[in-house]
């Protein structure tokens, strides 16, 4: 039963155009989420979080909204860049004495120059 | 400061054969998770170490095991290797795990076939 789902395997957007990542997500004991980016041959890494506080973050071109009525976030890049082709992650943290990470199953981004 | 290092970067056993990754965490860091990465599956969670204690499993079965060394070292084991085995085995560190906030710091994984 997956509690964290990229439902687009991949999308494809223009240089310069905005890409829309979501996730959606069924545990509704999750507080914290994540995305992270991974390039081929790399480990992830992060790239922005948000608080089940808040509705919104913004890092630079990276901005994550979360609408926790719905169980549903997204990522959005703008502008998109070359740079940005990577398989993104989102990843969701519960409360626990671990706080395990809970990953998707990644949306591989291609941006087209 | 040194990242997450992994070794090795890839494997190749046969069916019923036996694995042991290895994972250096960032000086400091005191909590190792695995994680086990394949295609359309993403990342799934293995199990996580802090202070040489396993603090917490995922739904793998008991061919998996793990341990932590008092320098936070850790080693993850596979036992009488099977096809659906074969995968990407990422580690991770972070400070002590238990924060909210806290990051997770990952290698560059062990790439490992199984024939």
């Known amino acids: 039963d997956q509690q964290v789902k990229q439902n687009s395997p991949s999308l494809s957007v223009q240089e310069g155009r905005i890409s829309i990542l979501n996730c959606d997500y069924t545990?509704?004991?999750?507080?914290?989420f994540l995305w992270y980016k991974k390039y081929p041959a790399e480990g992830p890494t992060f790239l922005i979080s948000?608080?089940?506080?808040?509705d919104k973050n913004e890092d630079g071109r990276f901005t994550v909204f979360l609408n926790k009525s719905a169980k549903h976030l997204s990522l959005h890049i703008v502008p998109s860049q070359p740079g940005d082709s990577a398989v993104y992650f989102c990843a969701a943290k519960g409360a626990g004495s671990a706080r395990q990470l809970t990953f998707g199953s990644g949306t591989q981004l291609t941006v087209l120059p | 400061k040194a990242g997450v290092t992994q070794t090795p970067r890839y494997l190749i056993k046969t069916r019923g054969q036996q694995v042991t990754l290895s994972c250096s965490p960032i000086?400091?860091?005191?909590?190792v998770s695995w994680y086990q990465q394949t295609p359309g599956q993403g990342l799934q969670f293995l199990f996580e170490y802090f202070s040489e204690t396993q603090r917490n499993k995922g739904n793998f079965p008991g061919r998996f095991s793990g341990r932590q060394f008092s320098n936070s070292r850790s080693e993850m084991n596979v036992s009488t290797l099977e096809l659906g085995d074969s995968a990407l085995y990422l580690c991770?560190?972070?400070?002590?795990?238990?924060?909210?906030?806290?990051?997770?710091?990952f290698g560059s994984g062990t790439q490992l076939s199984v024939l």
């Open positions: 948000i608080s089940s506080i808040k």
């Open positions: 000086s400091g860091h005191r909590s």
């Open positions: 545990n509704s004991m999750f507080d914290y």
């Open positions: 991770a560190s972070s400070l002590a795990g238990g924060h909210a906030n806290e990051k997770l710091f």
